[in-house]
């Protein structure tokens, strides 16, 4: 047993739907969510910059004395999980893991499209954890830059959300995937949509995954949280928490946010 | 006389835009640029923190000796360009004092829309000037958040960015102006577009009358470089370069830049 929170980090908003799916799994739990909304996106950054942006991050959660960090971000997680890990030694779960082996699981025809951020993609990680898993899959990747900025601004039914999908998801279709990774904490919103273009595909949200391998570390180590914890979950933000906290109830599904602004 | 060079910041690329323009009508003068890219973008955070940014740019600006600097974009000197100036106390110019004067020029039916980023338009600085100059101009606003990142995906002509700008300007036509101030340096790229959904408007575009506005005072202080003046211009970013330098090649229309990567 064990009653400390689980810290979690993102570039911003994001993550929060990686702490929608701990919340209904693990409701014991308490939260600490970091988000770096002064620096946000990190998905247009290069490596070095978010190597040192995510162990700033990390080092604001374990001061917060948090028994385990998810690093609810792809692109953190795909350039800087293994980084952080070197440094800090503790508990570090990230989001690319727990999606791959979702996607291995889920095809049967081994073609598996991902769309992500330029940095994810850029990375190949998914590529590689995929074919690690199972190196006969195939596995097409398409960055998807302009779905966060459409995702922060709400636009998740509007027709020009619409075009630009149809854009990012087209060339799929001609690769025959049976299997779509979303690669990024923020797409998981646009998923009516993407049903739409593309029905007859699984759809992965690696958020939902990642609270799933949270859950089994926990249990795993008997670090859950005594049953009934009084908890309050606290988030943080880098900037202004105005804008974070109205769109973050949207992420989570109208539960109220108040986050903290902090400086790192 | 003074072959000092003239320093220029932005939030990214869009402050490009404008050095293109002070290239064009100062050919003499040496540039030093910093795009805090690492940071980017600076329009959808808040005050205290594009202040805390500005400075920071200011700061590594004067260390590089330049005689004056130039805040080459909307959202940080709509927001911090009095702290900077109090701070640091030299010439400081921003973008919104010359597009502000120059449509109050331009327009004849005294009705005035402006674009940009969330952060420039909840200042309310563009009203605030506007009507400085003269009372009687009403003036219109719209946040458009999407167009900073499709500017800098290059999505200068698609049909999705045609969608989204008539999105963001399809109000403008009820009110009935006849200027529309493109109030972020990224925006001269799209004028193209938005030339083609309101051809009957002035488009002021505040780079080019920053331009003339830093030029003029040159000449009013007497630190014109001198004719020939051997000048390098240099580029500084916070990230990685890479990017930069090829999406950068676009705002200064094929012009080669090296640009190169220091922490703040």
């Known amino acids: 047993m064990n009653n400390k929170a689980i810290g979690v980090f993102d570039s911003g908003l994001g993550g929060l739907t990686v702490v929608k799916e701990i919340m209904k799994i693990l409701p014991d739990e308490k939260i600490v969510y970091l988000g770096d909304t002064a620096r946000t996106p990190y998905g247009t950054k290069t490596k070095g910059t978010i190597i040192r942006f995510s162990a700033e991050n990390t080092n604001f959660l374990l001061k917060k004395n ?26 570090i779960i990230g989001v690319i893991d727990a999606g791959a082996r ?29 074919r690690k898993y199972n190196p006969d899959i195939k596995v097409f990747s398409n960055p998807a830059p302009l779905l966060v900025p ?34 990024c904490t923020h797409y998981p919103l646009l998923k009516p949509l993407i049903r739409r273009i593309m029905p007859d595909v699984n759809v992965i949200d690696s958020g939902k995954e990642t609270a799933a391998v949270v859950s089994n570390l926990l249990i795993m180590k008997n670090q859950v949280a005594k049953k009934g914890n009084s908890k309050t979950s606290a988030f943080y933000v880098t900037d202004t928490p105005s804008a974070f906290n109205r769109v973050g109830a949207m992420f989570l599904k109208g539960s109220m946010i108040k986050a903290k602004k902090i400086t790192l």
């Open 150 to 183: 459409l995702v922060e601004e709400g636009w998740l039914d509007r027709q020009e959300t619409a075009g630009i999908l149809k854009y990012y998801l087209e060339p799929f279709k001609g690769k025959k995937i049976d299997t779509l990774v979303l690669g």
């Open 66 to 91: 948090v028994k385990t960090v998810v690093v609810a971000c792809n692109t953190a997680s795909a350039l800087a999980l293994n980084e952080i890990k070197k440094k800090f030694g503790i508990n």
């Open 102 to 130: 979702a996607a291995v699981a889920a095809t049967e025809n081994k073609r598996i499209g991902v769309i992500g951020t330029k940095a994810t993609i850029g990375s190949g990680i998914y590529e590689k954890t995929i």
